[in-house]
């Protein structure tokens, strides 16, 4: 009942006025992509992803060719009277999972709008299960943040959910979240890359150092030096399909300057985009990409601006391998 109930709701979603749906018709260099808005956080309901949807990124997908499909994870009415926010996070990321998992299935390429980086489980759980049966297949994970989020509960400091997705998704912490973000099984650490943190706290750090997780440098991204293209390869072995996750923190921070959490010596976005069109060209099995955090303020527009020129280079990577 309640499978039926998740799966009419993702439906509906993908179907309803507000989802501005258009269906693509074109060459298969023609990509269609779709925008998944998940405004869900540790705190409440967030704008941003909303904010990154209505930037102008439509207007430039379509400009690139592209067919856009827009929609947004919900709750239904009795889930969101029910318990606290990270119980309603979860249900919402189970939501947000099917339609991750239903835009794979038409054809369509998710990028995720994430309110905050605790999304990622859904989005690595729509991939999860968009496979050709109901068996969960192989998701390998490039991600790009300033800080690991591999705190578990019983080593952070701050106390904030927002320093635990990673540790949340390899099983590490809150099981029940993952669960309800049909994360499962776990992902190991084997199938996860990092790129560009240079913040962590002294616990996190001992369990990242304990991790198969393997990191890359903010110069290798700069640089797109062969470490980068190393761990792609060797995810690209192991994995059926890969994601690619952005905290917009990873960011040098006068792109990012409204950012609570922004950190010194960032790569910049320019850097960011002609990496992601290599990435997205050069693998079949780049599947979605993820932006995470959007700053409340932007002022010159910087933040949506970068968010815009990545989203662009990974478009363009897709229409280059498809054209291959």
Known sequence: ?????????????????????????????????ALLQQPFSPTGVSAGPRTMANGG?????????????????????EEDTEYGAWKR???????FADLVATSERDGYFPVGLLATCP?????????????PTSEPIRIGMFW???????NTPETTRSGSLGGMPVAVATGRALQRLRLDARLDPPLPDRYIVMGGVRL???????????????????????????????????????????????????????????HQNKVPDGPSSEQLAALFERIFTRYPKASAIGFATIPATDEGGLSIAA??????????????????
């Open 1 to 33: 009942m309640h499978r039926s109930l998740t799966l009419a709701l993702a439906a509906a979603l993908l179907l309803s006025p507000s989802a501005s749906i258009q269906r693509s018709a074109g060459p298969e260099d023609h990509p269609r992509i």
């Open 57 to 77: 990124i439509q207007q430039i997908l379509t400009g690139l060719g592209a067919t856009v499909r827009v929609a947004e994870a919900r709750l239904t009415a």
């Open 89 to 95: 996070l979860g249900m919402a990321l189970g939501h």
């Open 119 to 131: 999304s990622m489980p859904g989005m690595v759980a729509g991939l999860q299960h968009s496979g």
């Open 144 to 150: 790009l943040d300033a800080h690991p989020d591999f």
């Open 200 to 258: 962590t706290d002294p616990l996190e750090q001992q369990l990242l150092d304990d991790s198969a997780i393997e990191q890359v440098s903010v110069d290798d991204l700069r640089n797109m030096t062969p470490a980068v293209f190393a761990q792609l390869d060797r995810l690209n072995r192991i994995t059926d399909k890969i994601y690619v996750h952005i905290d917009m923190d990873v960011l040098d921070p006068r792109e990012v300057m409204g």
């Open 307 to 324: 968010l815009n020129r990545m989203i662009a280079g990974a478009v363009r990577g897709l229409k280059a391998r498809d054209a291959r």
